[in-house]
């Protein structure tokens, strides 16, 4: 075999990581015709959505006329949920004996969406996580602890079962609970942990003030994959979680609807690759629908998971806001990049006194100032015609005699990563919520009346 | 890795499929054996993800 033992060392399928870009758009249309014939044939919901937009399968000859294709949204996949098959609804395209796997959405912007999968897509959910926990460096002689619940939520689901088919060795932190899982980690060595930014950091405060463990010091977890909130590609962020663990923090972003579809590689450029070989992703202007394909102009993300077979997912407006990288990345897969990692959602993204602004941003300013807590909290009020932003923060026991360099640090800041003016309110340490999976830190009240 | 070194390896994911299907066939409907192949289907399906999709692109 010519493909080198090095090739295979750094990818776990150097054949498709590596393949140039036209032959890379050339697999996923063949693979996208296949999947939107299969759905057509066998989802009523699906041939219902084409036949309306005047379109069939063998319509789509280039990889251009894929953006022709219908966008599904996630309220169509709850109103799809009404009808029968019970639980699943319409759109489900094998027989409901095949399901083997039940998973619902967090139901963070609406009604739970429910997820079926039959054994085969349980693979390929696995599959996917393989190629991105092995960009991420995790190996045979690895030692995993995933500390989230075992429960209806996809969550890092399929990242134990892929670091499973990678061959490493896998501690499930299932009920522990916090204190337990650190020492567990602890007693067994363990080198690797996947959980949410908003975790991560939770419980490296739990480990030091209740248990008296410095986790860069007194553990052994050097590589971290995060998903579940955009904290790992927030370079502040990331930074917090890196030097209290003493170790290498990764992120990766998917949706239950949807699959893994993204990771950061050990080459950390910045931004996530996206899974090419199973994912078709386009870029779309917010406004005009228009396809992007330049670097650094943002758009929401459509995307189809070409393998996905129960209830496939095809051209599903993700909501997701990103922009595509100008540089390739130096581990020399070709899978595109989307800079920066998922920056913000379509509807999340919001004008504040004129200013378009996504979270994210305030959270890389609160979490680049030394002294501050991990937790903070955005309540955006009108009062009358003018817009109102609050900033609730808590400073660290050890900086309060700092109070005031702190705060101006984080109102010059502010004003300059922003471009907006905020009221702070100091707030006791401890005493703003903490979250265990994914933080709900941004309130925009004015939506509300 | 070249064209011909790909198919030879598709060849022989065909060939795992054809046996795990004539599996099935020959099962007289034991699950014990039916929902194994199964399981070695969903497997193949990977290899062909990986391999057989791709054996004429390269």
């Known amino acids: 075999m010519k493909t080198s033992l090095r090739a295979s060392d750094v990818y776990w399928n150097p054949i498709i990581e590596t393949l140039p870009v036209e032959k890379m758009r050339e697999l996923q249309l063949k693979k996208f015709k296949r999947i939107l014939e299969w759905a057509y044939e066998r989802s009523k919901f699906h041939r219902k ?27 169509m996949m709850r109103d799809i949920q009404r009808k029968d098959p019970f639980p699943y609804g319409d759109a489900l395209c094998v027989p409901l004996e095949e399901v083997t796997e039940f998973r619902q959405t967090s139901g963070t912007t609406g009604t739970p969406v429910y997820q079926p999968d039959t ?35 996809v969550a890092f689901w399929a990242g134990h079962y892929a670091a499973e088919k990678i061959g490493c060795e896998v501690i499930p932190g299932g ?19 996947m959980a949410t930014p908003t975790y991560v950091l939770g419980m490296a405060d739990t480990a030091k003030k209740k248990l008296g463990i410095d986790p860069a010091r007194d553990l052994t977890i050097r590589k971290i994959t995060c998903a579940g909130e955009p904290g790992a590609s927030i370079p502040s962020t990331k930074q917090r979680m890196e030097e209290i663990w003493g170790a290498k923090v990764y992120d990766h972003v998917g949706a239950t609807e949807i699959g893994a579809w993204g990771f950061e590689c050990t080459a950390q450029p910045g931004g996530l ?79 504040i006194k004129g200013v378009l602004i996504a979270p994210s941003a305030i959270e890389e300013v609160v979490h680049s100032i030394k002294g501050l807590s991990n937790e903070f909290e955005v309540i955006v009020t009108k009062k009358g015609d003018l817009d109102n932003i609050t900033l609730k923060i808590e400073i660290l026991p050890e900086d309060e005699k700092n109070q005031e360099v702190v705060l101006t640090q984080l109102k010059d800041q502010l004003r300059l990563k922003t471009n907006l003016g905020y009221n702070i ?24 009346g | 890795m070249s064209r011909g070194e790909l198919r030879k390896l598709d060849t022989r994911i065909k060939t795992i499929k054809k046996a795990t299907l004539e599996l099935k066939q020959l099962s007289g409907g034991i699950q014990a054996i039916d929902r194994n192949a199964e399981r070695i289907l969903a497997s193949v399906k990977m290899l062909e993800i990986n391999i057989s999709d791709v054996k004429d692109l390269v």
């Open chain 1, 49 to 75: 959505l084409y036949q309306e937009a005047g379109l069939e399968p063998g319509d789509i000859k280039s990889y251009e006329d894929v953006a022709r294709v219908p966008k599904v949204e996630k309220s």
């Open chain 1, 119 to 153: 054994w085969q897509d349980w693979e390929w959910w696995a599959e996917a996580w393989a190629y991105l926990l092995y960009a991420q460096g995790y190996r045979k002689s690895d030692r995993v602890f995933l500390p989230f619940g075992y429960n209806i939520f």
């Open chain 1, 175 to 193: 009920v522990l609970d916090t204190e337990a899982r650190i020492l567990k980690i602890q007693e067994l060595k363990a080198n690797a942990m």
């Open chain 1, 425 to 448: 309110e100091v707030h006791p340490f401890n005493s703003l919520p903490r979250y265990e999976v994914k933080a709900k830190r941004f309130k925009d009240l004015r939506k509300h």
């Open chain 1, 273 to 351: 690759h996206i899974n090419e070989a199973l994912f078709l992703t386009q870029l779309e202007d917010i406004e005009t629908g228009e396809i992007i394909e330049e670097p650094g102009r943002k758009g929401k993300i459509v995307i189809t998971a070409l393998d996905r077979i129960a209830q496939p997912c095809i051209r599903f407006d993700s909501k997701d806001v990103a922009e595509w990288s100008k540089e390739p990345c130096p581990c020399g897969r070709t899978f595109r990049i989307i800079q920066g990692g998922v920056v913000g959602r379509a509807d999340d993204i919001t004008k």
